[in-house]
């Protein structure tokens, strides 16, 4: 029988919402097989957390956090499912810390994966299918290797597949379901945004920045005057004579 540690029961419960008892029972189960485990716990009828997730999750709250110094602000709108538990002190940490996550993570850019642009992945794959380290590799094994890149490069840009700041050993998604275990409600992150100060600023002048005026043109020297004039005076002076 594999050994089965708390860490591992932590994480099945963070993903499942189901008991300690039963995260336990079903890791000892399936040997420690994370797959087979919820499956197991599905069967039973314990997965609480798949439920949980198909449930409409309309109520919540916006939290604002202001990062020391004042140069970083964050916006951030958690859902739950009733009133009564959006004025719950365990969701306001919740916000509180992902806000906080937020701040401190100034690539992500999207909730999760799938709020990626599909024109976005695509022009990734491109890129990563064109550099000159896969150029020798048979086509099938260069498909697995940029796969492995992509999923890679958009989970670096998903709040949701962080690591926790806080606890590195569960990532931010896991966090936002514990909290929903211990709420017995569907808690998501709908979305944020992030503020820097200058950021904005920097970006819109290089944009407005006028273009250097062109170097003036030097005005053309005048043309020299005909030299018939004084020919002419000429031809006059020897008839006179």
């Known amino acids: 029988m594999a050994d089965i540690t708390t860490q591992?029961?932590?994480?099945?419960?963070?993903?499942?919402g189901a008991g300690i008892k039963d995260c336990k029972a079903a890791l000892v189960?399936?040997?420690?097989d994370f797959t087979k485990a919820t499956e197991y716990l599905r069967q039973k009828g314990l997965a609480s957390a798949v439920k949980k997730a198909s449930r409409a999750a309309t109520e919540g709250i916006v939290h604002?956090?202001?990062h020391f110094g004042s140069r970083i602000g964050v916006l951030v709108e958690v859902n739950c499912?009733?009133?009564?538990?959006?004025r719950r002190e365990e969701l306001k940490e919740l916000a509180d810390s992902v806000a906080k996550q937020i701040a401190a993570s100034p690539n992500v850019e999207y909730v999760s994966v799938s709020d990626i642009p599909a024109s976005f992945v695509e022009k990734e794959k491109q890129i990563e299918a064109g550099k000159d380290d896969l150029a020798s590799k048979p086509a099938a094994?260069?498909?697995?290797?940029?796969?492995?890149?992509?999923?890679?490069?958009l989970k670096e840009l998903c709040l949701l597949d962080q690591p926790y700041i806080k606890d590195?050993?569960?990532?931010?998604?896991?966090?936002?379901?514990?909290?929903?275990a211990k709420l017995s409600e569907n808690v998501k992150v709908r979305r944020f945004v992030r503020f820097v100060v200058g950021e904005e600023i920097e970006s819109d002048?290089?944009?407005?920045a006028p273009a250097e005026a062109p170097?003036?043109?030097e005005a053309a020297a005048p043309a020299e005057a005909p030299k018939e004039e004084k020919k002419d005076k000429k031809d006059d002076k020897k008839k006179k004579k």
Request: charged share 35%; hydrophobic share 35%.
């Open 205 to 208: 002048n290089a944009a407005e």
């Open 168 to 180: 590195q050993s569960i990532t931010v998604d896991e966090l936002v379901k514990q909290t929903g």
């Open 141 to 153: 094994i260069r498909d697995k290797i940029v796969l492995g890149r992509i999923e890679k490069r």
């Open 29 to 32: 189960d399936s040997e420690g």
């Open 8 to 16: 591992q029961i932590q994480e099945l419960r963070a993903r499942t």
């Open 215 to 217: 170097a003036p043109v």
């Open 81 to 86: 499912e009733t009133d009564f538990v959006a």
């Open 64 to 66: 604002s956090y202001i």
